[in-house]
Structure formats: structure tokens, C-alpha cells
């Protein structure tokens, strides 16, 4: 989230000596949309956090909130190069093998104590323990050696050449002082996480609000923004009313608020919008542990059944692109010679029909050894796209003789129940990827285990290797080559039907200044450059 909304001038009253006011504004008859906390920027989402600990943190809220708390050794820049955050330097050697890191002098936990190497080599263990519930081990354990050097010095060793070693140092760093002898996945960091961050828990009030405050020995320098307010509001229409009545600065725009609902004045002169391509994808996705799922002749049928170019006009009203796999155009990884499938009910019956699924009875559904073809697709409250996208799916089924119901869930419900726990028959979600285009977690087949990214059960020995090359392999250019092999087989596949690749249509108060759109989005830059003017008649300016 610190990769993460600046602003279209507001008509205004340009007479000399007069200093624009809220007051001056409303001659637009648009009464002024007065921030409840000025100093602080308020946050909308459908989601409230889970766990605070950053290799606990497996959902996006969590990453959002902990990303502020806690800081990692490195983080991208604006042009995606990786440089050190509390690292001060680190070299690489040619083959990926051996990072070395110098630590910032000085760096302190929000208790005060320092934080040293000695953190580090602690934040690795527990990343590598099996009794830590996290999906992001794979990565660590890919480590043969750790050694401290000094207590601003250590030395990582790789078992074999690891290109994305460096950035998987990204992962928040968590206090050895205070965790030493912990049990991570009930302790109490999680709910009042103590980090290195621009930010410090306030209060979390469950369901409701986080409320953070900024860090004032930041080792970056004290946040110009005082809060951070993070509301949990489930519903995106209750949310555009908080946003209009001031209760919200910021809030990720649906597709309709966003084309035809942000043009009246309230909209052009209180807050500035954004749109850019956002850097993932969302998927209908199968449990292959369902023998029918497991029939990649249904998985090519069904996506052929789906018009997915109705869902980006009809849905998206056009802020989206057909999805090919699992990398988005603005990946090096993207294989742009992939095609999608294309929409063609007729064919997909035919491939139903030569994996054994026919009308025996007349009755309008496909059957099969005397079963109905008929499933429940689960997806979360809040997302207004992902239920509408629900339905354009269950009508074009439908037309081919495929039963779909709906079934829409509370967001923490749904992970924990569902996800989690394997009981789906198939799920409407979304990643939102790293730069990085290593997807182990995802779809290697050894990651399937609760709480990990594969939860689809995906297998494919092939894809297996690749992703052990892809990682294994120090030159972009051949690392290129094997994603883009892996996406062509993705399309073959059809493990997910890869649904479409989303932009970003984020919505801010025009008071915050500093904001800067990058390929990382707004928010990389919040900590260190957002700022509120003092003088009311800079904000709208």
C-alpha cells in the first residue's frame, strides 16, 4: 500500500484581494464539502483488516494497514527499480545468489528500542517456521544461509540462483524483542502492531475503523499527514454517500460512480479523480478438485460461453480489458501474441458434449450420468462488478444448458469459511500483483495448503517447472520467455476463466497535495510527500 489519489481546478471567483473560500465556492449552489479531520486523510473500504503481522497479512486490507506500520529492507521506486528502505544499501551478485545489506544507523521500533540485523535474521525465521500460517514461506525457504555480520551488517545466502530474492525483501520486519517466544498467529501484534512504519496503531475498532497516527521518529522524517482513518463501510453505495457528505477523502470509484455519477459540481470541485490501468486481473476461478472442473474441456467451455467483452462494456462501462492470463499488458512478463478465447456458445456446447455433457431428457440442462449440470458461484459482498459480473455469467450458461446460482458473502465469511477451508465450487476474485511476475505461491502445486494462494488445487507439472525456472533464472530476458510460455499455457488451460484486467478509478480530496500518479499508482509516495496546505485557499487551487 505504500505503492499506492491531485486534482482538475476548481471554478472560482478570480477578483483582486479576494481570497477563495468555501464560502466563494458555493456559488456553484454546491454547499462545501467540509473534511470531518482535515489533518487526516479517511480511507473507504468494503474490507476490515484480519492480522497486522506482515507475513500474517494475507488479504488486502491487511496489507494496507501493515504496509504504513511496518517498513521492509527495499520497496519500488517509480520507475519499478528496487532501492533500499531500511536497508541503506545492498549489492547482488551476478547470479542471484548472495545479497548483501547494509542497514540504516538508527532506525527505531515505535517502542523506542533500536532496530538491527538482529531483527532481520529473527523476521527470517519466523517466515521459515511451520508453525507461522503464512502463504509467503516459499520464498525464505529458497534461503541456505543468513549470518549477522554486526548489527547493521548481514549476509543472505541463496541454495541456488534466486532472481526474485532481492525483492521478496520486501516483507515487513517484525520486532525480535517483542515477539521472541511468541506464538505469531495469536499474538497480540496483531491487532496493535508495533513496526519501524510512518505510521503507529491508534485504535481498531472491529468492523468499523482503523485509526493510525503519524510515526514522529520516522526514520524518513514525521508524515505531513497526522491520520490515517481507515473505514470499513460494506457497501459501495453507502460509501459514495459518505465520500459526498465529507465522512470519506478517498475511496476506489465503481465504474458507474466513476463515468456517470462524479461530473456534478461537488465532485469537480472537492475531490480529483484518477484512472490508470490497475496492475492485475479478475477471475472466475474452479475448485479442480470437483471432477467436472478438472475436465479442462468444461473450463475452455465455459470461458467461450462467457462474453467477457459484455461484462467490460456492460460492467465495466469500458474501464477494462479482456483478460488473456495472468499477467496484465503493463507486466515485462505479458505475452502479447496470446489471444483470448474467443466468445462462441456454439462451440462450447460442442466441447461439453465431447466431455460427456448432454440435454438426455429434454429439459433444457446439460446431465450427466444422470446429474444436472448445476453449481453455486460464491462471491464477496461489496463489490457491486463482481455480482454484476455474477449474473452476465449465469445468463450466458444458462443459455448453454449450465444451472448457476449466485451466492454473495461477507468479505471475513467468505476468506475464512470458503477460501480457506476449500468449500467452493467456483469464486468470483481478483489479485492484485506484484511487480515481480514470480506467481509460485499461486500456482505451484505445492502451494495448496489452507491459508496459501493455490486454493483452486492447480496442477500442471509443466507450469511446476517453469516456475521453478522462472525463479532460478538471473537474466530478464530469458525470464521473459518463460512467463510468456506460462501465459500461453495458462490460456490453454483455462484454470481460471481470466475475466478482464480492471483500471483503477480511485477518487481523493483535493486538499491533499503531493500526490503523484506512477506506474505504482498514488499512495507510493503518501508517507513521505502528501501534505494539507494550512490555508484553506490552497486547497482547491
Known amino acids: 500500500m505504500r505503492n499506492r489519489l491531485p486534482a482538475p481546478s476548481v471554478a472560482r471567483l478570480l477578483l483582486a484581494g479576494l481570497i477563495l473560500s468555501l464560502t466563494a465556492v458555493s456559488c456553484s449552489r454546491q454547499k462545501a464539502i467540509e473534511p470531518a479531520d482535515p489533518q487526516a486523510v479517511t480511507y473507504g473500504s468494503i474490507a476490515d483488516a484480519r492480522k497486522l503481522l506482515p507475513m500474517l497479512a494475507s488479504d488486502g486490507a491487511s496489507g494496507d494497514i501493515a504496509g504504513l506500520v511496518f517498513n521492509g529492507l527495499v520497496k519500488y521506486n517509480p520507475d519499478l527499480q528496487l532501492v533500499g528502505e531500511l536497508a541503506e544499501s545492498f549489492t547482488v551478485t551476478p547470479d542471484c545468489r548472495q545479497v548483501d545489506f547494509t542497514l540504516r544507523p538508527n532506525v527505531k521500533w515505535q517502542d523506542g528500542a533500536p532496530f538491527t540485523a538482529d531483527d532481520v535474521k529473527f523476521t527470517y525465521e519466523r517466515m521459515i517456521d511451520p508453525k507461522v500460517a503464512t502463504p509467503y514461506r516459499d520464498d525464505f525457504e529458497r534461503i541456505k544461509s543468513l549470518n549477522v555480520i554486526d548489527l547493521l551488517h548481514l549476509r543472505v545466502v541463496y541454495k ?155 460492467v465495466l462501462l469500458g474501464l477494462g480489458r479482456v483478460a488473456t492470463g495472468p499477467f496484465p499488458p503493463e507486466s515485462w512478463a505479458y505475452n502479447p501474441d496470446v489471444k483470448p478465447l474467443p466468445y462462441d456458445p456454439a462451440q462450447a456446447k460442442a466441447l461439453l458434449a465431447e466431455a460427456g455433457w448432454t440435454d438426455t431428457n429434454g429439459d433444457g440442462l446439460l446431465d450427466k450420468n444422470g446429474q444436472p449440470f448445476t453449481f453455486t458461484i460464491l462471491t464477496n459482498q461489496g463489490n457491486d462488478e463482481r455480482k454484476k459480473t455474477a449474473e452476465i455469467i449465469q445468463r450466458d450458461l444458462n443459455a448453454i444448458g449450465v444451472k448457476v446460482e449466485i451466492r454473495v458473502l461477507e468479505w471475513q465469511a467468505f476468506l475464512h469459511d470458503f477460501i480457506d477451508k476449500r468449500k467452493f465450487e467456483a469464486i468470483i476474485l481478483g489479485w492484485g500483483l506484484g511487480r515481480d511476475p514470480d506467481a509460485y505461491d499461486i500456482w505451484h502445486s505445492s502451494k495448496t495448503a489452507e491459508s496459501e494462494f493455490n486454493f483452486i488445487s492447480y496442477k500442471n507439472a509443466r507450469v511446476d517447472q517453469l516456475l521453478i525456472d522462472g525463479r532460478q533464472t538471473c537474466d530478464q530476458a530469458k525470464r521473459q520467455a518463460i512467463y510468456r510460455e506460462l501465459h500461453q499455457i495458462m490460456n490453454e488451460e483455462q484454470p481460471y476463466t481470466f475475466l478482464y484486467y480492471p483500471d483503477a478509478t480511485p477518487i481523493l480530496h483535493k486538499r491533499f497535495k503531493g500526490v503523484k500518479v506512477t506506474q505504482l499508482g498514488i499512495w507510493w509516495n503518501f508517507a513521505q510527500e502528501w501534505y494539507v496546505p494550512a490555508n484553506k485557499a490552497e486547497w482547491y487551487q
Open 160 to 314: 541456488e540462483p534466486f532472481a526474485p530474492g532481492l525483492g521478496s525483501w520486501g516483507m515487513g520486519m517484525i520486532p525480535k524483542h517483542l515477539l521472541d517466544g511468541k506464538d505469531l498467529n495469536t499474538s497480540d501484534l496483531n491487532r496493535r502492531p508495533i513496526g519501524t512504519g510512518p505510521y503507529k496503531m491508534k485504535e481498531w475498532t472491529t468492523g468499523q475503523r482503523v485509526v493510525l497516527e503519524a510515526n514522529p521518529d520516522y526514520f524518513e522524517g514525521k508524515p505531513k499527514v497526522a491520520r490515517y482513518i481507515y473505514r470499513i463501510i460494506p457497501d459501495s453505495a453507502t460509501m459514495f454517500l459518505e465520500l459526498k457528505s465529507g465522512g470519506l477523502d478517498f475511496m476506489g470509484l465503481t465504474p458507474v460512480q466513476y463515468q456517470r455519477q462524479t461530473s456534478d459540481p461537488w465532485a469537480v470541485n472537492y475531490f480529483q479523480k484518477f484512472k490508470y490501468p490497475g496492475f492485475g486481473y479478475t477471475y472466475l476461478g474452479y475448485n479442480l478438485k470437483d471432477p467436472r472442473f478438472a475436465d479442462v474441456r468444461v473450463r475452455r467451455a465455459f470461458t467461450m460461453a462467457i462474453n467477457r467483452q459484455s461484462v467490460i462494456d456492460g
